[in-house]
């Protein structure tokens, strides 16, 4: 978490607290589609394209298997890493491959051919329903990408109890993808005319037990694992659970990833606008991977 507020060796922000990105599943979905909960700990990118597939084919209720994953960026950041790539280098560059980039989008293609999950449309109207109108949370669905932090929210309005399962892949290549993503940062600035006492107020936030009872999992899961050890019983029921997921993957993040360049703020429309031409069929994957590259490159030129 360090190294991702750290830029030419010099620490910028701390992380206020932690996600990750990972897949909020609902078992009950599962069940009633009699399709097994995978072993997300050798399930492949494979497996998850048949078992979104198997879930929509066994709903009875016209149940999705899966959520579309493209309009915003974080799987592919997953997908990169699995191969060895980021999609910034840490000089501020696009680091992934058109290859990839087409690899990412085609995964989606390919559910929405399948069945595995919804068509243009639907998937259109979904992303801009939010957390709260996603698949797992109006129990159309049974699998969906989110922040870890956001399951109280799916959970409290799916109404079930849901679970995290780790990205497909991670023990697919040869190394790993998921990363520990900041939620926020505290910094600060150069000019401050309290530098002392600004120190004083970060440390307090990220380090004090008695801010941590205070801003608990507000601003993420707290970064500091002693505080977060500390405000764990005082967390709600899905909270405690993405934090014990949290910890289980500190074995699996291998790193963290560069700090995105200037610019990198516009990825996230880029993503969406270009994933929406891909569904709808105006442009093939490998097209949207060239123009993914172009645009992302001029925007952090």
């Given at each position: 978490?360090?190294?991702?507020?750290?830029?030419?060796?010099?620490?910028?922000?701390?992380?206020?607290?932690?996600?990750?990105?990972?897949i909020?599943a609902?078992?009950?979905a599962?069940?009633?589609?009699?399709?097994e909960?995978?072993?997300?700990?050798?399930?492949?990118?494979?497996?998850?394209?048949?078992?979104?597939?198997?879930?929509?084919?066994?709903s009875?209720?016209g149940?999705?298997?899966?959520?579309?994953?493209?309009?915003?960026?974080?799987?592919?950041?997953?997908?990169?890493?699995?191969?060895?790539?980021?999609?910034?280098?840490?000089?501020?560059?696009?680091?992934?491959?058109?290859a990839?980039?087409?690899e990412f989008?085609?995964?989606?293609?390919?559910?929405?051919s399948?069945?595995?999950?919804?068509?243009?449309?639907?998937?259109?109207?979904?992303?801009?329903?939010?957390?709260?109108?996603?698949?797992?949370?109006?129990?159309?669905?049974?699998?969906?990408w989110?922040?870890?932090?956001?399951?109280?929210?799916?959970?409290?309005?799916?109404?079930?109890?849901?679970?995290l399962?780790?990205?497909?892949?991670?023990?697919?290549?040869?190394?790993?993808g998921?990363?520990?993503?900041?939620?926020?940062?505290?910094?600060?600035s150069?000019?401050?005319?309290?530098?002392?006492?600004?120190?004083?107020?970060v440390d307090?936030?990220?380090?004090?037990?008695?801010?941590?009872?205070?801003?608990l999992s507000?601003?993420?899961?707290?970064?500091?694992?002693?505080?977060?050890?500390?405000?764990?019983?005082?967390?709600?029921?899905?909270?405690?659970?993405s934090?014990?997921f949290?910890?289980?993957?500190?074995?699996?993040?291998?790193?963290?990833?560069?700090?995105?360049?200037?610019g990198?703020?516009?990825?996230?429309?880029?993503?969406?606008?270009?994933?929406?031409?891909?569904?709808?069929?105006?442009?093939?994957?490998?097209?949207?991977?060239?123009?993914?590259?172009d645009?992302?490159?001029k925007?952090?030129?």
């Amino acid at each position: 978490m360090l190294h991702a507020g750290t830029i030419d060796d010099a620490l910028y922000g701390i992380a206020t607290g932690i996600n990750v990105h990972a897949i909020i599943a609902d078992p009950q979905a599962f069940a009633d589609a009699g399709v097994e909960m995978p072993d997300d700990t050798t399930w492949t990118w494979d497996d998850y394209e048949q078992i979104a597939t198997d879930i929509s084919a066994g709903s009875a209720d016209g149940g999705y298997g899966v959520q579309n994953y493209s309009f915003i960026e974080p799987v592919l950041k997953i997908i990169a890493r699995q191969k060895g790539e980021e999609v910034f280098t840490a000089d501020g560059e696009v680091g992934v491959s058109a290859a990839t980039v087409e690899e990412f989008f085609q995964r989606s293609v390919d559910l929405q051919s399948a069945g595995g999950e919804p068509d243009a449309s639907v998937s259109t109207e979904i992303q801009a329903a939010g957390v709260e109108g996603s698949l797992p949370a109006t129990n159309k669905g049974a699998m969906a990408w989110f922040w870890s932090n956001q399951l109280n929210a799916v959970q409290t309005a799916s109404g079930r109890d849901l679970v995290l399962l780790r990205a497909p892949g991670e023990s697919e290549f040869e190394r790993t993808g998921e990363y520990f993503k900041p939620s926020m940062y505290y910094s600060v600035s150069a000019k401050s005319e309290h530098p002392e006492e600004s120190q004083l107020l970060v440390d307090f936030l990220i380090n004090s037990n008695a801010a941590g009872e205070l801003i608990l999992s507000d601003r993420g899961l707290p970064a500091n694992t002693e505080v977060r050890a500390h405000v764990l019983p005082m967390l709600s029921d899905a909270d405690k659970l993405s934090a014990e997921f949290v910890e289980n993957l500190q074995d699996v993040v291998e790193d963290g990833t560069p700090v995105p360049p200037v610019g990198a703020g516009e990825v996230p429309d880029i993503t969406s606008r270009i994933n929406s031409d891909v569904l709808f069929g105006k442009i093939t994957p490998a097209q949207a991977a060239e123009q993914w590259i172009d645009e992302v490159t001029k925007a952090i030129s």
